[in-house]
């Protein structure tokens, strides 16, 4: 009984992690359609709504040193987002004004994740 048991918790955990999506699909999925992230295209140029994440990251790397004030900004911004928070210039923040909270549409751990993928694939 306890060798199925022990089994059935092993396949159950490594069945959840294969289905736990990756950084760079939850980045796609929350974040592409407005911060350019996945294939681009014409029509989504056209309809950019954010600075792409490239830039998100790299403002972000310009304000802080430690990987871990990054992360925390990008969360604290996604989930509380504030017009006196924003990295960007008057420009950018005319252009597209406050992002609206995610905090109802994506949890603190999966921006974490977003974070550190989109962190980590920017120069």
């Known amino acids: 009984m306890k060798k199925l048991l022990t089994a059935s918790l092993v396949f159950a955990t490594s069945t959840l992690l294969l289905a736990s999506p990756t950084s760079e699909e939850l980045a796609v999925k929350h974040c592409g359609e407005c911060h350019l992230m996945g294939k681009i295209t014409k029509d989504k140029l056209k309809k950019m709504k954010a600075p792409p994440y490239w830039a998100l990251a790299k403002m972000a790397k310009?304000?802080?040193t430690s990987r871990a004030d990054m992360v925390n900004y990008i969360v604290d911004y996604a989930q509380e987002p504030a017009e006196e928070k924003m990295l960007f210039?008057?420009?950018?923040?005319?252009?597209?004004?406050?992002?609206?909270?995610?905090?109802?549409?994506?949890?603190?751990?999966?921006?974490?994740?977003?974070?550190?993928?989109?962190?980590?694939?920017?120069?």
């Open 89 to 123: 210039p008057h420009e950018t923040r005319d252009r597209f004004g406050v992002m609206p909270s995610q905090k109802a549409k994506v949890t603190e751990v999966e921006i974490r994740k977003i974070s550190e993928y989109i962190l980590g694939h920017t120069n």
């Open 62 to 64: 310009l304000k802080y």
